[in-house]
């Protein structure tokens, strides 16, 4: 089944339309659309065009919900949302999306910091060594977007090229570490892999950060400022 298909298909079940659909090379796994009037165009990331007639399906029934809809759809994702973090797509998709990201740096070693000592450093103190090895990457991007992030279907983390200064206190960096690793914890007894959210109990192991306060304000202040 082709893409345009399967939003044609979904358009259909849920009375709405007309809708079009054709892969877009994004740098990421995302997806965009367009409307005109009652018409919808999508962009859909071309790291699905190999993905299964289900997947395919479950995208469509999704999408095509959102923007004329609300969350009719969302129940439907879950084949979708399983597969965009499978280890089916990334081990195909691992090349692509790294010569794609043209705003990651690879290169541990930056201007004033470094990565591998950062990490080494959080891994020691505050994961006794335990937390899950990353490939580790610098952004240039602006930090108003995001300070950092770790994709956990190729395990990059990458913090934002705005920390690597030295007029920014060291631990500010090791506390955006600190908080994606948080994201990412694994269980360790056999059981499915979980994602901490922004609960309670992930904002009290935050605080668990010897300079939490002063790094939080910090990143306030490095996030307010003009480009």
Known sequence: MNI??????????????????????YSELKHTWTRVGR???????????????????????????????????RDLSKPYLEYANSKELWDSARDRYVERAKSLSFEVNGHSRNLRTTFDYVNSY???????????????????????????????????????????PRYV???????????????????????????????DQERGFTHFEEAEAWLRKIVSRRK
Do not use: Q
Request: glycine fraction near 6%; charge should be positive; charged fraction near 25%.
């Open 126 to 168: 505050y994961f006794s060594g335990k937390a899950p090895e990353p490939t580790l990457a610098w952004v240039s991007e602006s930090p108003r977007r995001r300070l950092g992030y770790y994709f956990e279907p190729l395990r990059i983390l990458a913090a934002n090229r705005a920390l690597d200064s030295e007029t920014i």
């Open 173 to 203: 960096l090791e506390f955006v570490m600190y908080h994606e690793l948080l994201h990412h914890l694994r269980a360790r007894d056999g059981r499915a892999l979980h994602r901490v959210h922004h609960t309670k109990e992930f904002r």
């Open 4 to 25: 345009d298909s399967a939003f044609k298909d979904a358009a259909a079940r849920f009375g709405v339309g007309p809708v079009s659909a054709g892969y877009y090379p």
């Open 39 to 73: 018409a919808v165009t999508f962009k859909i990331s071309d790291f699905l065009e190999d993905a299964p007639d289900e997947v395919l399906n479950s995208l469509g029934a999704h999408l095509v919900c959102r923007p004329l809809r609300g969350n009719k759809g």
